[in-house]
DNA sequence: TTCTAAATTTAGAACTATTCTATATATGAT
DNA sequence: ATCATATATAGAATAGTTCTAAATTTAGAA
């Protein structure tokens, strides 16, 4: 793990560069998006910030999530699963994958998913978001064959 | 246009078949929901409704919705564009388009969207969900020309 | 028909996630 | 140190949906 105060600097840097006065309140919030946090709600955030930083109001947790994505260093995420916004911490274009057991989210690289649109409509596309459902650790065997065994009393 | 009282004898008995007990607030959602509502929002259902039927409450449109999801007549679909929920009439798996001129959403099927996942992880995909944006009418040359000249004073 | 039990509808309260508002506090430039 | 501006704060407001409890309607029995 990075030592904490450089890792503080490096997160400084980085809210400078993209324009965002690093105040000890983003600082704090953007090294836990930026270097830990997966895929959080602004719930969970909130959540964390009452746990490591003393006072920070649910306004300014919303406030640096619109800030930070304005400074596009994290993204907003809507999926259809939940009617909480996700925070992502990349940045460039990708999909997701949603594992259904566990609820957890996955980013999946573009080139990993091939998507050609041939529209019968003579239409133009911008742009295209996929969400990938199923098992993203897939059942070992053993754990498979047990799950299908019927409990023997 | 099928004369109202065959239409409305039509949804009672499609009502009928999938299990939902046909009251006149049902067979006057689902005449709306299934011949001629495009997309609609719980809100827009609600305005057809108090245009259109006496007193309809909106816990009965929520209600009928949520019944009429639960019978597979009709779907939900949640997109990230808004955080209003759609009701698609179309119930089998398909895409959509988002038209970020108009806003409107078009139903693509899946046969129109090549799309072949090919994780590096060894994960089990069990759907897919595609949204693409862009120009669903896509415009002429002389649209596009007149749109681009500035205007002269 | 009338009665009755269950299903449905209703109005409004409650809820969840987010945004807004007004005030207080902190910051950087002078 | 002062001042203007930016930021942070608590709490109110909002949007969309779900819940609750009471009233109404329904289908079937008597």
New interface residues.
Partial sequence: MMKSSAEQAAIEKRLKAAGVRPTAQRIALARFLLNGADHPTAEDVKKWADENFPKMSLATVYNTLALLVRAKLIKE????HT?RVIYDDRVSAHYH?LD?KSGKI?D?DPS???????????????????????????ESRQIRERRGKTHVQ
């Fill in positions: 995420v809507k999926l259809p009617s994958f259904e996955y999946v990993e998913v091939e998507v050609k649109p041939r529209l019968k409509k003579n239409a133009s596309v911008r742009g295209v978001e996929v969400l990938l459902r199923g098992r993203w650790e897939s």
